[in-house]
């Protein structure tokens, strides 16, 4: 599966994924202590919707699309806030025409005394993202392997924050290196908290990674899948997932509130489903 981030940006897996990432965020806020984020994949940090690579596949309409404009409920408003105020901060013009990629959703939601580190292999997006965050003193970007972050840049002198680890599952055996990836970092910084991207695509694939990771000897690891339809006949995107590693205790309450409303908004064929299961340990 190749996927390269601006032909998919602002599509269902990014909505889910961004507003999985802004709720881990806003706890890490909670305290006054500063925490760093640590962005493995992160690409060019904000995407051109109208470019012809988004305009090729359209896959932004069924997603950011759909749910910019769209009622909610008064809970899932609530929790989804943080998240579409970054997205309409850039397009104050109305409608989507541009769209945070995770280091820029990331630092809009960072206090003064919170860091990110954004890692990116590609050099020209890694050009890009050093432009998006020219002077910014809070933001390093580094052109680097984001799988060798996981070793060299744990734990952060903060000891607090988020490693989000979003590989664009361009090479066979994505998989495997994000089971090995999280092991790794794991042994290093076992109290951080890691959220882990991953496509609903290859099933027998997304087994294997599951089965994997249960028997990884990690605690604490919640499964998040969000299904649009049910299998394809041909290979395709038909839902996306993450595992949070050390959630914290409100997110599994929060997404039970937020999921079922971005389920209804963004299922495309049925039977399709989103479920919470817990890998390894469970919620006090």
Sequence with gaps: MNYRHAYHAGNFADVVK????TRLLEYLKQKDK????????????RYDLSSVEAQKTGEWQSGIGKLIGAPLDAGAAALLAQYLETVRSLNREGGVRKYPGSPLLARNLLRKQDRLSAIELHPKDAAKLKAEFAGDFQTRV???????????????????????IDPPFEEEGEFSRLV????????????????????IKDRKAVIAFRKALKQSGIPKLLDIEFEIRPASTEPSLDGTGMVVVNPPFTLESELRTVLPALHNMLAVQKPAHWSLEWLAGEQA
């Design 18 to 21: 961004h507003v999985v990432l």
């Design 34 to 45: 500063a925490f760093r984020v640590i962005d493995t994949h992160a690409g060019i940090g």
């Design 180 to 199: 090995d990836g999280l092991v790794k970092a794991h042994k290093r910084w076992p109290g951080g908290i890691y959220a882990l991207w991953y496509p």
């Design 142 to 164: 580094m052109e680097l392997d984001g799988w060798l972050a996981l070793g060299a840049h744990l734990p952060p002198k903060e000891k607090r924050g988020l490693v989000l």
